[in-house]
Structures are given as structure tokens and as C-alpha cells.
């Protein structure tokens, strides 16, 4: 495992902006004085007259967006989760959702993996509050591959999009030549017969290393990988569990409003089946390392493994 390739999709946000910038010649970028932090530095230091730093000031911020957006510019706004979704939430409702305008949001920093910054900075909320924007597009990456990809989508999707990134380096697992990203769909990364893991974000790869580890025991799980979580694909969730008859959730969100909320919904109105949701429990982070966090809120493939064993 030493030799697997880690990149933070914060690195990958940054470098998608730069890469699209020629072919999106209408892409400018926003930033709240964290453009260090978010990568969109990457695409100041190329285009430096394409970007506009708002300085602390996130609310404003998406009101600068809004206003681009409505004279034919692509504004990719940035900052941390916590500040994008959770202290600009009426901005983004208000001037970007309500009146849907065609604003990118890259969120950085989501989740315990933002670590030693603490509960303050670690935003487990984020995905629950722009799933509820009417017309939000919400996606959440699982590695570079992705991340690049999911930035193309949302250059290329006309209305709003909010999009999360994570602070720590994670394993690449979609450099394939079968990869295909779309919003809106999902993906197979093993099939299996007893149980369905839906994942996203980093953790697809914990729920791949718990498949692993379940096969070891006799047991087959399907690994679905969801980065688009609205729209949500309902029909590979759905042939899933009627294969299996149980389905796992993973994500590094609250297990409140995220990933495991739209799955649920999905099966209660079409096929009902037994669902356990992993993710943070009703409560806030702490501060520590992103490795020893993730693995005493169970989140890496070991946890992932407990608990769907405990589940079965």
C-alpha cells in the first residue's frame, strides 16, 4: 500500500481550474483570502486577472458570484465547507439557489480529514444543507480522477453546483481507462451477492478495503461509488438491493441529511430493505491527526468492516 498514489482533491480542484481555464475562456474564480488553502492558487498564479480574491467576507462573496453569473460569466466560488455551505448557506439559498444561477461552489477542508483544526473547521453538515437548495447539484469526489472530472461536469452543467474536497491526501482509485464520469450516475466498483456498501467521497476506498476484508470471511459485498449525491442514481442503488436485500452507507458527513439520508429515501419509496448508516453519529469531531480520526470514528476500512459484520 506504500506505493499507491495520495493526492488531496484540493490539489486536484486547483489543478482542474488551471487545466479547463483555456477551454472555459468564461471561468473565473472567487476566493475568501484561503487561496493557498483551497489550490485556487494554482489558477491565480496562470490567470491571475480570472481571479478575485473577496477576502474574508464569504456571504459577499457568493453575491460577487451571483452577479457574474448573470452577465454570461462561470464563477467557481471557493472556500472552506464550514464557511461556504454553513456561513454563506442564506447567500448560496437566497442569490444563487433561488433564482438559479450558474455558480460553482468548491467546498475544501469537509469532514474530520480537515483534523488538528478541529470540530470548529471540520464540516459534517454541508451535504445535508445543499441537498436541501432546490436545483443544487451536490457532488462529493472520491480521489483526483474524480475531482478533475466532477469540475469538467459542473463547468459543463448550466446552473448551480456544489462541490466537496477534502484537506488530506487520499489513494487514486479511478486511473482506469473504463473510468466515466456523469452526473447523476454512480458507479460499480464490485460487484458482490449478500450486501451493498454505498460510499462516497474517501470513503470508497475504506468500503473497498472492506470488501476485501468481508471476502476473506466468505462474505460478497457490492461497492457502489456515488460522488453525485443529487441527483442521486436511484436505479443502480435500487438493482443493488434487490440483489442483496441490505445495504451499508459510508461517508465522512454526519450520518444526518447526507448520503445515507438520500439512500434511505430512495428505499423506503421503492424498495424497502434493512440500511445502516456509517458516518458521524449525531455529534461533533475533535481535534487530531485525519488518520487517527477517521479510524476512531470508524470510517476506515476496518471500522467499515466492523460494522457491516455486526450488521449481518
Known sequence: MADVKKIATRESYGNALKE???????????????????????????????????????????????????????????????????????????SVGYPHLNVKIGATHAGITVGEDGASHQCNEDIALMRTIPGMVVMCPSDDVEAKAAVRAALEHEGPVYIRFGRAAVPVINDNPDYKFEIGKGTVVKEGTDVTIVATGI??????????????????AEVINICTIKPLDEEIILNSAKKTGKVVTVEEHSVIGGLGSAVCDCLCANNPVPVKKIGMQDIFGESGSAAALVQKYGLDAEGVYKSVKEFL
Not at 480574491?53 to 466560488?77: H, Q, R, T
Open 20 to 94: 479547463l481555464a483555456e477551454e472555459f475562456p468564461d471561468l473565473v474564480v472567487l476566493d475568501a483570502d484561503l487561496a493557498a488553502a483551497t489550490k485556487t492558487g494554482i489558477f491565480k498564479k496562470a490567470y491571475p486577472d480570472r481571479h478575485i480574491d473577496c477576502g474574508i467576507a464569504e456571504c459577499n462573496m457568493m453575491g460577487v458570484a451571483a452577479g457574474l453569473s448573470l452577465v454570461g460569466k462561470i464563477p467557481f466560488v471557493s472556500s472552506f465547507a464550514m464557511f461556504a455551505a454553513g456561513r454563506a448557506f442564506e447567500q448560496v439559498r437566497n
Open 203 to 220: 470513503c470508497v476506498d475504506s468500503a473497498i478495503g472492506a470488501a476485501e476484508k468481508l471476502a476473506a470471511d466468505g462474505i460478497s
